[in-house]
């Protein structure tokens, strides 16, 4: 029986950077057990692990990935209209009525918006022809939504379609309603994979009835880290080297910025039958049933991101790039748990940060093991060796007055390539 839900869990370290800001310029924090740390957003995770060009990026699937913007139709749905055949003006009419389609559903085409109206002259009561419509009409609220490159085809052929019945915004409209008809809306619903993989793993919500809604097959925690926040400020100063020799004194340009540093606790779930549901089209209840081909390259591809894709700002002055030091991976029916409660108290620096980590994380999973039932599979990656590892595998205290837990809670030492074949395996 394949897994129901598989679970990451990673540690990070990274020196002097400033991964991810808030909208003054800081690190982003968190409180958290008393403590502040320094975080990662789950939505800077999601966007580096998206966008990836390694050589096992999302977009390298079959599927491919979606594009996720307010100028969609804009910038891919127009240029291909005109490429079509069309005149400028006539698909700029074409794509602001698919645009009303997708952001407002039907009842957007039906509806008698302001730009459809016709615009009065200076006479009292003399009515004058619209004017023809922009693809950013104020009316029509811009939303950055993932549309998969199954839906732009299906739109642009849409568009071609009803040309020769569309010659501004409103004939445009009442000619998506015709060929829409009273089903027709459910037409890209039933697109398989037709968001991308983006919407697939990452969820998409929208408001209109053409398209389909996916909810999130991938739940992604903001990471933090496992110890106090660690941050100074940092001066820094720009030489002019046209004036540098001229006995100027002084710098072309000063300023100050934050770094920070610090060990980051990640943590990732996969709800399996809702990902394979979302890439195949089958109820989620029957997911075991489905072909599930596709969700293990993908469940395999995501190891590989999470553990070696780095997510940062200020890449050209601090080279923020790093591997997890520890994957641990789990595969079962038992509700998903985070590990980072293992982290209320932060962990001590002196000694040996990653061992005394380490220590707290497999302390944790013997206390979640040893309290609740239906214990999962695990594998993991660890880098260390000597007393470190040992640390992981085995704690040295009783968990809540039983024996000391034997080599091996957290399953084989695996490396990067085989844990994420034992992860694909896990979907099969």
Known sequence: MPARFLQFHTLTSYPAALLNR??????????FGGTTRTRISSQCLKRHWRTSDSEHALGKLEPGTSIRSRYTFERVVLPALVKSGLEQAHAEAIAMALKIAVLKGKRGLESKDKADKPKKGKAAGEATPAEPESTADADVESQVIPIGPKEIAYLVKLGTEIAPEAKD???AKKALLGRLGKDGFENLKTLVVGGGLD????????TSDILARCDAAVHVAHAFTVHADAAEADYFS???DLTSGDGELGAGHINSTELTSGLYYGYVAVDVPLLVA????????????ADRTLAGQVVHELVHLIATVSPGAKLG?????????????EAGTRQPCTLANAFI?????????????YGALAQEVCDLDWNFPGKPARAHLTRGQGE???????????????????????????NLEALAAWALEQVR
């Open 238 to 240: 720009a030489v002019d």
């Open 169 to 171: 915004v409103t004939s």
């Open 317 to 329: 002055s601090t080279a923020p790039y790093s591997f997890a030091h520890l994957m641990l991976a």
């Open 22 to 31: 808030d909208d003054a310029g800081f690190a982003k924090r968190l409180p």
């Open 388 to 414: 470190r590892v040992r640390r992981l595998q085995v704690v040295p205290a009783d968990v809540n007055g039983t024996a000391n837990p034997q080599p091996g809670e957290l399953g084989a030492r695996l």
């Open 345 to 357: 108290a932060p962990v001590k620096a002196e000694g040996d940060l990653l061992g005394n980590t």
């Open 278 to 289: 979302n890439l195949t089209g089958c109820d989620a209840k029957d997911w075991d049933k």
């Open 199 to 206: 919407a697939a793993l990452f969820g998409r919500m929208v």
